[in-house]
């Protein structure tokens, strides 16, 4: 019987190839070496992150209000309430809104970049900046009418030097402005205040919270592209952008031992659907046949629910249930981030140009699904850093992890949990009599299994004779009273403990100095305290680092040098706290006591419009339609001058010399080629033939008459 003949498209023919290509790459040595040294690496800090991953469950159950496993048995056991008091749930969103309403108030991450005390500025704007001052200084003499002598000459040195001082300062300023611009951009495209909020929700409840960029990857956007006649189309364009996101604790893993993050290496486990897996190919670092290898593989490969214990019990937690029923194909990866002895990447086959000392560690990013090694580069940061930042709400000096509300309230939450339990067992004892019977006395045949209004008791003689009631009631004790103040005395304690009192979220029932505005200002502020040190945290940790990182891509992969400059980077949410409800008032009381004449000549009009901007901003109002810009101000000022050239230069001709008439006069503005009003004409006698007066000046900036 002859054989069938397999015919295959290019297609298929194209896959083939790309699959048998990936696999003679990952039997390379190098690659084979570094899955196996990656291997030896993960099983510690799998081993370390149980006791974690044990309170991070306690922590998660504490705040949706579930009783450990062995507590509901006990109280199953004992029988009567099971109410959980919903305490730790209130402080964490509490300090969420809190947070959120410091950090995130404006929308965007709060931070500045400033230029340094001496800023470095390129050659060219350098030139430009000295060859204007230095022209500023022959008008000076020019105007002298004479060669300045050694005095003057060091004295317009001196003014020169102070002058390219300031302008220096101002262009870097600029600089500096256009570049937290850019960054401020990236942030929104690139999904970090979606993370940074569900980083706050993290950092409330778990031992660490985790922010990870910038990340190079994929993305889909659209673009709205003329197509003439005013009309435009939306076409779908796909860039490489960086990205950030919140990493979820439960998937980090570090190396046993360190105590920040980039003291050693750490791992992180990313469960990848299939669209999310092919959105890597294309990706710079990325192994594209390894990547289409894998998802060929995804169907019937050994590639998932490895991590399945503490991966259940969370997504039951977090409402998700019946997860292996999900139909999306899933696949775990492995991504890390560490360094590489240089001897053992030389002798897995990576040349001398590459790891030039076997002595050193190189710094390498590594993904691994199953037997693939999708990406294995050196580490792209000059510094060796990896990008995440993790903070937590209380530090543990010396310590990895920290503690979240959860842990630190455990204990208040476990007493006023067992004084609910308690008041409310009580309540129902004593909302009602108790009663005890002689069931001897009863009739044949009758069962007394309820009471209620006007019931007849049938009964029969005592035996005894004694003249002893069948019935008799008691009331059990009321202790609801005592429970309550017990509860009461422990809830106050997670207030103090948790640095979140009640009056923080709206509680009214302030006692002592809140009963008074002025009073719960003060306890507002006293309470901001505690959280001040968090902000601070977050400031230090997770702010300053992550502008940085993403100011450094730019300067490296930004082709833009308009936003390049010496500059330094200032985290501002703990400055926020601190000074948002008093900073726009002092700002005023200032505007107020320098509104007089001494005081005015010495700021001037663009002193005050610099201080009038900064209290428009504080107000969250557009800047830019009620105050002026520095060089519309300018411009001003210029036209004010000149108007009272003109008035002058009109009374003159008016008064003229004796026993001649006074001559009429215009004046004709002239302006530069970006529409800058620069000097002006006095035409005796009115304005010459074709030109324009005064009230017909047109200002080229704005395209009105002035």
Partial sequence: MAGLLQVASNYQLDQAEQKRAAEQRQAEPVIVGLAAHLQRLWHPAWLAKKPIETKMLRALRQRNGEYEADKASEINKFGGSQVYMMITETKCRAA?????????????????????????MPPDVMQQIQQKFADKVMQTIDMVGQAPDPTMMEELKHVAEQDVRMAVLK?????????????????????????????????????????????????????WQ???????????????????????????????????????????????????????????GYDDGAVRAVLDEMPHGNMSNWLWSAELQKSELEQKFNIWMRPTEIVDALEFWGKIPGKLLLEWGMGPDEVPDPAKEYDANVWMIGRWVIKATLNYDPLGRNPYYKTSYIKRPGAF??????????????????????????????????????????PPGEKVEQIFPWKIWQV??????AGQPAVRFFQPDDRSGQLMEVYQH????????SGIPAYVYGDMDVGGAGRTASGLSMLMGSAGKGIRQVVMNIDMDVIEPLVTAQFNWNMRYVDDPAIKGDAEIRARGSMVLANR????????????????????????????????????KGL????DDIVPSEEKMEEMQQLQQLQQQQQAAAQQGQAGPPGQPGQPTSMQFQHDQQGKMVGATVFPGGAPKGGQDSNQVANRNTGRAA
């Fill in 171 to 223: 262009a870097a300023g600029e600089r500096c402005d256009r570049m937290q611009d850019k960054i401020s951009d990236q942030f929104a495209e690139g999904g970090l205040v979606e993370g940074f909020d569900e980083f706050l929700g993290d950092l409330t409840t778990y031992p660490c919270a985790f922010l990870k960029g910038p990340t190079v990857r994929r993305i889909k956007r659209f673009e």
């Fill in 620 to 623: 969250s109002m557009p800047v």
């Fill in 460 to 465: 029969t003689n005592d035996p005894l004779g």
């Fill in 581 to 616: 409800e008093q900073l726009n008032v002092r700002r005023v009381e200032f505007l107020q006591a320098t509104a007089n004449p001494i005081d005015s000549q010495i700021v001037g009009l663009p002193g005050r419009a610099a201080i009038l901007r900064q209290v428009v």
């Fill in 490 to 497: 422990f809830a106050k304690l997670a207030d103090d403990q």
């Fill in 96 to 120: 969420e809104s809190w947070l959120k309403d410091i950090l995130l108030d404006s929308g965007d991450i709060p931070f500045d970049i400033i230029p340094t005390p001496i800023p470095d």
């Fill in 226 to 284: 003329p197509q003439g006649q005013g009309q435009y189309t939306a076409a779908v364009i796909e860039d490489l952008a960086p990205r950030y996101k919140r990493v979820d604790p439960y998937r980090m893993y570090v190396e046993p031992g360190i105590t920040r993050m980039n003291e050693g290496y750490v791992f992180e486990h990313h469960k990848l659907s299939r669209p999310e897996l092919a959105e890597l190919i294309g990706v710079p």
């Fill in 401 to 442: 992890w920290g503690s979240g509300i959860p842990e630190i309230i455990e204990d208040v939450q476990a007493v006023c949990n067992a004084a609910a339990r308690s008041l409310v067992n009580n309540m129902g004892l004593a909302s009602g009599p108790q009663i005890e019977m002689n069931v001897d006395r009863l």
